[in-house]
């Protein structure tokens, strides 16, 4: 490439006992939409904070726009003309949409009033431009996680950015949105904006990349034409192996009786209720968009939030819950889609986040057993192949699908008979990602039932016994395995906002 | 985040020497090297008598901030301890100079009342923050007038004095010439807590609850449950240190105490126990309330000025917190 617009020369990043990067060489040409792919910890996040002025290279020189650029804070990043939108929201919530789109400069009046007027008109056209039709006077904390990506989206959008780095932006999203912020990316792209795309999907980058550049434990692997590469290419590059089939659907395990079932579930007068069941040793897929009242139903199910009316039974029998702890008595257990603000301890260590769910196995008469603790948690660390330096390191500093895998394992330890699992594999990388589903299987085996909330369809696809649709609150259809299409599963998630 | 997923090459055992070093010695070290400086630089700093009056000193605050490090641990602040110290020395005064009982009777009654009174206000501080979701800081600064005006009502704005000779003499008392008996008491509320925290699943689920309510919650558990019972501990050491008190003043006053819950605080904090809940210990509060005296002592002995004597405290304290985020960036990298 003649033309690049940011070029990286054998750039490389040390942390205390590890390297982050190292010798990475690259060159972005303007106008392209550039791919990064890699696991976790292959070096992506490094790599951006390098250009947001988060971090500093410890060697190798970057240039963007044919000068060297050593950004040493994110505002000098802006000031060259690189936006970068982070996988972690960075919004304030008790601020408008508005405000939060152009708080780097409010519109003012005279004496530094701020012009309202202003303010709001310019952020109705950037939410237009990212499809989001909602009152900019909305304060952020009542949009849901979809749209706080979207504002964060409009907001990179409010400057007149060369360069726009989008890191996992649809992590969140649910395929219709996608489809948005892609016609968005395009649009961006036929202005001649840069972009440099991470993503986790490999089936997506196909429809917007140019390239991609796959990065495997802080080196470069490869910078590619997208075109003629397939997802097995991809995947082979990244793992340096080939994944044969990512979810190893278990044909030999056969459902048997219902292990729960729900009827005439309610949250409020509002919404309407639903039913359904799921048997011993099945896997029941609920898909749905984002908002569409997946995760609502599975947190009143699981007591998480407060019921108007319905029963709840398990083998038969109808149970009362009224808080996560009466489900837990019955067995059931949540795996939560916000794994860091509900599932861990994370400033504790593996093995007191393993524990919590039932300490009286590893205590007697109220003093805890330290030894028969760590011996439970050392299994289920082996058992589940957790990646940790040892029982007593903090969760925090573990990788995502190894946290992920820690929230299984404590529900494991407490022993469960359903399993509600909501967004397993978000933000999770391939390779953990496969233990997991593996993880799933066996529990399946065990003829526990499985309930699997994912925005991923080809995930619940290939997982699933059978799924689930809700649409606006409603459960509007159910599809056995042997009907699964996309298609379908997607216009049942739809049915209910298209109606007049 | 890739930067994290590694872990720094420090052997497993050498990172746990390291933590403790980090986490638990610090305060320790810091006040080692206090005592020695104000020994080399303070007269009279360096003698037994010295020594025995700082263990007089500490005992109250030592018992207030105990139950205080429950408290901070679960998340919550507890402001109410130094006006319900005072409602319990008027409470435990008043049971303790009824003449229709034999002294041993009327103490362990005075005894009882005051753990009760101090019980009781504690359990409405949990209570009324966790059922109606309120901020700990503000209920318990409702708590900290409520119990004020009730220790004047009981006590009918008066100081209570003529506590049986026997108690008296009892909290004079010291044992082997160097261990001051309310001094003993302190310790043996910070040994139990200690020993709470530790090992049993009650001291778990207090680290718990303090690190991440929701998950907890999600975990099957009651986080309110664990709130109440650590404000009710809270409350129950405020009727402890109000036995303490009486010992060592012999009078149960109704503006007893005042300003006590600031001073545990800062007890709590200087030992390492975060604000934010979930991290510290309640030895780090031992160590805390004997940096907070040592510190008094030896700069009223150096005769700085009772003015100047708080800024050099109060820059103290700032100077713990601002350690204390140095500390959790050393451990971070340690683990």
Redesign the interface.
């Known amino acids: 490439m003649n033309d690049a617009i940011l070029s990286l020369e054998g750039v490389g990043k040390i942390?205390?006992?590890?390297v982050?990067l190292s010798d990475v060489s690259l060159s972005i040409a303007r106008g392209e939409t550039h791919i990064i792919l890699g696991e976790?910890?292959?070096?992506?996040?490094?790599l951006i904070k390098l250009l947001a002025g988060i971090y500093q290279p410890d060697s190798g020189r970057i240039a963007f726009n044919g000068q060297s650029y050593q950004p040493k804070t994110p505002h000098d990043a802006q000031q060259s003309g690189i936006r970068i939108v982070h996988q972690e929201l960075n919004l304030l919530p008790y601020l408008s949409i508005a405000e939060n789109l152009m708080l780097e400069s409010l519109p003012r009046r005279a004496f530094g009033i701020v012009d309202r007027k202003a303010l709001n008109s310019r952020a109705v056209a950037l939410l237009t431009e990212v499809g989001l039709d909602i009152d900019p006077r909305t304060r952020v904390e009542a949009l849901g996680v979809a749209q706080m990506q979207l504002v964060e989206i409009a907001k990179a959008l409010s400057y007149d950015s060369k360069l726009l780095v989008l890191d996992e932006p649809t992590a969140t999203l649910t395929p219709p949105e996608i489809e948005r912020l892609f016609s968005i990316i395009k649009r961006l792209k036929a202005k001649g904006v840069t972009i440099i795309y991470i993503s986790h999907r490999l089936h997506e980058v196909f429809e917007i990349g140019d390239r991609v550049t796959v990065l495997r434990n802080?080196r470069l692997v490869a910078t590619r034409d997208l075109r003629g590469l397939t997802v097995p290419d991809l995947v082979r590059m990244m793992i340096g192996r080939d994944i044969a089939d990512e979810y190893g659907f278990d044909a030999s395990i056969v459902p048997g009786k219902v292990a729960l079932s729900v009827a005439n579930l309610k949250r409020d007068a509002a919404t309407p209720d639903i039913s359904f069941a799921v048997r011993h040793g099945e896997i029941l897929g609920v898909a749905g968009l984002v908002g569409s009242g997946r995760t609502e139903a599975m947190r009143v199910l699981?007591g998480?939030d407060p019921k108007l009316d319905g029963v709840v039974e398990i083998d038969g029998k109808p149970v009362a819950i009224a808080?996560?702890?009466d489900?837990?008595?019955h067995g059931l257990s949540?795996l939560?889609e916000d794994r860091k603000?509900?599932?861990?301890?994370?400033?504790?260590p593996v093995d007191?986040n393993i524990t919590?769910?039932d300490?009286?196995k590893v205590?007697h008469n109220?003093?805890?057993n330290r030894r028969a603790e760590a011996a439970a948690a050392n299994d289920l660390v082996g058992q589940l192949r957790i990646k940790a330096?040892?029982i007593?390191?903090?969760v925090?500093?573990?990788?995502g699908g190894n946290q992920q895998k820690v929230v299984l394992a404590?529900w494991l330890f407490?022993g469960t008979s359903t399993l509600i699992l909501d967004e397993p594999t978000r933000g999770v990388d391939i390779g953990a990602r496969r233990e997991i589903y593996q993880l799933l299987w066996m529990v399946a085996a065990q003829q526990k039932g499985i309930i699997m909330v994912s925005s991923d369809l080809p995930e619940l696809m290939g997982m699933c016994h059978r799924i689930i649709v809700f649409s606006k609150n409603r459960i509007v259809g159910e599809v056995p395995r042997s009907d699964f299409d996309q298609e379908r599963i997607l216009s049942l998630a739809y049915q209910e906002y298209v109606r007049p | 985040?890739?930067?994290?997923?590694?872990?720094?090459?420090?052997s497993?055992g050498r990172a746990?020497f390291l933590r403790f070093l980090v986490r638990d010695a610090g305060v320790l070290l810091a006040l080692v090297l206090i005592t020695l400086f104000f020994s080399a630089t303070a007269p009279y700093f360096a003698s037994s008598g010295n020594a025995l009056k700082i263990f007089v000193q500490i005992a109250i605050n030592t018992v207030l901030a105990a139950g205080m490090t429950f408290v901070i641990l679960t998340g919550g602040i507890d402001l109410s301890v130094g006006s319900v110290l005072a409602l319990c020395t008027v409470v435990g005064a008043t049971v303790m100079i009824d003449e229709s009982l034999s002294p041993a009777v009327a103490i362990t009654l005075a005894l009882l009342a005051c753990m009760a009174t101090g019980a009781v206000c504690g359990f409405l501080n949990g209570w009324i923050s966790t059922r109606w979701k309120i901020p700990s800081f503000i209920v318990t600064l409702g708590m900290l007038n409520m119990a004020s005006g009730a220790a004047r009502v009981v006590s009918d704005n008066s100081t209570i004095t003529g506590l049986p000779q026997s108690f008296v003499d009892f909290g004079n008392l010291i044992i082997g010439d160097f261990l001051p008996s309310i001094f003993l008491v302190a310790v043996l509320v910070i040994a139990a807590g200690w020993f709470v925290l530790r090992?049993?699943?009650?001291g778990?689920?207090i680290?718990?609850v303090g690190?991440?309510d929701?998950?907890?919650?999600?975990?099957?558990?009651?986080p309110d449950f664990y709130k109440v019972a650590a404000f009710t501990i809270s409350g129950l050491t405020a009727g402890i240190a109000a036995m303490v008190y009486l010992l060592r003043l012999n009078i149960g006053s109704p503006i007893a105490g005042v300003g006590y819950e600031l001073n545990a605080i800062a007890a709590v904090i200087i030992g390492g126990t975060s604000l934010s809940g979930?991290?510290g210990s309640i030895i780090g509060t031992l160590v805390g309330a004997c940096i907070l005296q040592v510190l008094s002592t030896g700069l009223q002995l150096l005769g700085v000025g009772d003015n100047f004597k708080p800024i050099v405290i109060g820059l103290v304290i700032v100077l713990a917190v601002i350690l204390d985020a140095y500390r959790e960036r050393l451990l971070?990298?340690i683990?």
Request: hydrophobic share 40%; net charge positive; glycine share 10%.
């Open positions: 942390f205390p006992g590890a982050a976790n910890g292959a070096g992506k996040s490094t802080g699981f998480a808080a996560p702890k489900a837990v008595r949540l939560t603000g509900q599932g861990l301890l994370l400033d504790m007191k919590i769910t300490l009286s205590s109220g003093l805890l330096s040892s007593e390191q903090a925090r500093n573990l990788s404590k407490r | 985040m890739s930067e994290t997923t590694v872990s720094a090459p420090v497993p746990k090992f049993t699943v009650f778990r689920m680290f718990a690190t991440n929701e998950a907890v919650r999600l975990s099957g558990h009651n979930g991290k971070r990298k683990r």
